[in-house]
């Protein structure tokens, strides 16, 4: 059907205008209950019920207690554009609000049947407006609002038909709801259905109100991945000038096959931003398994001048002014989390003194035993996180000879406190121990008890894979190759990033000329980051160049992959450069090459391992950060409890 081209320019009626804005506002049902959700909250509540008929097609109902609206401004409150949150620009720019549009109510009423009842702590009585017949009369009810919403999307049929099941519908709503909840947990909240009360969230603190909005398993597996020294939960903190991030993450142990806890938000408002998402992601490369997704609430405080909200009528979308500091800010602190250990913590106090870390270069030579702490004027303790700025990136020859020397026979069962003098320093996570059996006996050593490490006391190796360990809580089981894949890693990228400190930069990856360069048919998005990221593609070892207009052509690509596809491998990375920071993808790729080293120098399945060398294995996972998982995500080590022992065994039934 072709319109006419004389048709004239009319303009459009108000209520039509409000029920195409209602097309942008209004999606569903949990669409109306997150408006009215904002609303009660900018009134200052305290407490919000939300009552619902038929999955809230058939009737949405919330009530609060802020402060009401006076019965004069009722009528203005339903007009398209009004609202008393913003006056000027200035005021749009800094909005701290979580409603500002003034045209959610107008939007609502024109596809529904909205009444709005209100009283002031200054008023007697209620007020009630019909908005379909813009009657006002006097009505019974607290201090606080109420807005009733009957039979959505009435006067828009064809709308109504797009909606799913009752149940589809409330599960909606109530996430709708859980996301306010998750913000304000000084808040109380309670969810109706035909009658009966689904949900109930009362103020309390916030870790209690995401115990109980997200369950407590969700706390547990966090806060056991995440404690202190003081064994309080650890939380993330990020400090910037104009950032700062706070909430809690999941341990990667506990991560889903689907994102559905994954709550971010921006100065109390949640969002789903790109930049968040992708920073606290990026944090779980190296400690996530295969394709799980993992939990986190997560709270990013900025500027309000420095964020634009105005990007879409949901307010659902955020626009940063610096999105490289948000997605710094996020990834830090969500890395800071990870990298503590979940193992048992031990206060300073019942950590064996005599037990001291020294350099790898050990102890000079000829310097007493008996007084470590005058041998050694700078030793720290072991549960300190060691410095491994002086070390080198040794390459996969140098990490085969982990284990060339043969261990000293008949080793007690002790830790030996302070590592051998060795001609040359030991490559990155070399395990320690006792040269030869006088040297052993010439050193100090303390008898380990299970409750003064938290990985415990070395007992055993089964099957060649497995250490056996006891600690105060029970018997810990340590998977051998990958706990030492994550220390030989860990310690590989803190040796390159002194080496990046030293040279000024990150070193480039060197790169192998291709004797006939790959050319492929490059799209104009893929064409345009070759050009803008030329120097980040030099970096990752890559030579790409247009050869024609819509061809890029390969000349080099990085000597560490040489069996690598280099057509792939540059559509790869330029789609990565298209979607984050340019340098964090140089990063990555450089970390994977240290993981493949690190994987390469670890310590094999049936390698035979003496009691001293499984004790300096734990120690060091004691003080590597991320220790938890190896570099593929798979768990390095379990706890299995004396309760749960019994319970095997069926004592004390």
């Given at each position: ?50 009552r619902l008929l038929a999955g809230g097609v058939r009737s949405i109902s919330v009530e609060d207690d802020g402060c009401g609206i006076p019965p004069e401004q009722l009528v203005l409150a339903l007009q398209r554009h009004a609202t008393s949150k913003i006056g000027s620009l200035h005021d749009l720019e800094a909005v701290a609000t979580m409603g500002f549009r003034g045209e959610a109510l107008a939007a609502i009423a024109s596809i529904s049947d909205l009444s709005i009842a209100s009283r002031t702590a200054e008023a007697s009585f209620a007020s009630k407006l019909d908005a379909r017949s ?520």
């Open positions: 059907m072709q319109t006419s081209p004389n048709r004239p320019i009319l303009a459009l009626p108000d209520e039509l205008v409000s029920q195409i804005a209602a097309g942008e506002v209004v999606e569903r049902p949990a669409s109306v209950v997150r408006e009215l959700v904002d609303n009660a909250l900018d009134a200052g509540a305290s407490q919000i019920t939300v813009g009657e006002l009369q006097p009505a019974a009810r607290v201090q606080g609002t109420t807005v009733e919403v009957r039979e959505l999307f009435f006067s828009t049929p064809a709308r109504r038909k797009f909606l799913k099941t009752d149940a589809t519908e409330l599960a909606h709503c109530l996430e709708a709801v859980r996301r306010h909840a998750l913000s304000r947990p000084e808040v109380g909240f309670a969810v109706w259905h035909e009658g009966k009360l689904v949900e109930q969230w009362r103020g309390a603190s916030a870790q209690q109100r995401m115990a109980d909005v997200l369950g407590a398993d969700f706390i547990a597996r966090s806060r056991d991945a995440m404690l202190d020294a003081a064994g309080s939960a650890a939380q993330l903190s990020a400090a910037g000038s104009t950032v700062r991030v706070w909430g809690r993450i999941g341990l990667p142990d506990a991560a889903r096959a689907r994102a559905d806890q994954q709550y971010a938000y921006v100065n109390g408002r949640f969002v789903r931003d790109r930049l968040i998402n992708h920073g606290a992601r990026s944090a779980y490369e190296d400690v996530l398994h295969g394709n799980r997704q993992p939990s986190w609430v997560l709270f990013v405080e900025i500027d309000p001048m420095r964020v634009d909200v105005n990007v879409h009528p949901t307010k659902i979308e955020v626009r940063f002014r610096d999105g490289r500091e948000v997605h710094q800010a996020v990834r830090h602190a969500v890395e800071a989390a990870l990298a503590l250990s979940r193992a048992p913590a031990i206060s300073g106090d019942d950590w064996p003194r005599e037990r001291l870390a020294v350099s790898h270069d050990g102890l000079a030579a000829g310097a007493p035993t008996h007084d470590l702490a005058s041998a050694v004027p700078n030793a720290k303790p072991s549960w300190s996180r060691p410095d491994h700025s002086g070390q080198t990136v040794l390459g996969l020859q140098d990490l085969a000879v982990l284990y060339a020397r043969e261990p000293a026979p008949g080793s007690p069962m002790a830790v030996q406190d302070i590592e051998n003098s060795t001609p040359a320093s030991p490559a990155p996570g070399a395990l320690r121990y006792p040269a030869s059996q006088s040297n052993a006996e010439a050193l100090p050593s303390v008898r380990v008890t299970p409750g003064q490490w938290p990985l415990g006391r070395a007992l055993a190796q089964l099957s060649g894979v497995y250490i056996l360990a006891e600690n105060a809580h029970g018997l810990i089981v340590v998977d051998m190759h990958a706990a030492h894949e994550r220390i030989v890693y860990e310690r590989l990228k803190a040796a390159q990033a002194a080496r990046d400190a030293v040279e000024g930069g990150e070193a480039a990856m060197a790169s192998q000329p291709l004797l006939i360069p790959a050319t492929f048919a490059a799209t104009p998005t893929e064409v345009a980051a070759a050009e803008v990221h030329a120097e980040a593609l030099a970096a990752l070892g890559l030579d790409v160049a247009p050869l024609s207009p819509g061809v890029l052509a390969v000349r080099a690509r990085p000597a560490a992959l040489p069996d690598a596809d280099p057509v792939a491998l540059t559509r790869a990375v330029l789609a990565e450069l298209g979607e984050v920071d340019a340098s964090r993808v140089v990063q990555r790729a450089r970390d994977e090459l240290l993981a493949t080293m690190a994987c390469h120098g670890a310590v094999r399945a049936n390698r035979l391992l003496t009691l001293p060398e499984m004790n300096a294995l734990l120690r060091d996972m004691e003080g590597t950060e991320r220790a938890d998982q190896c570099n593929h995500g798979r768990p390095t080590w379990r706890q299995i409890t004396l309760k749960e022992l019994d319970g095997l065994f069926l004592r004390g039934r």
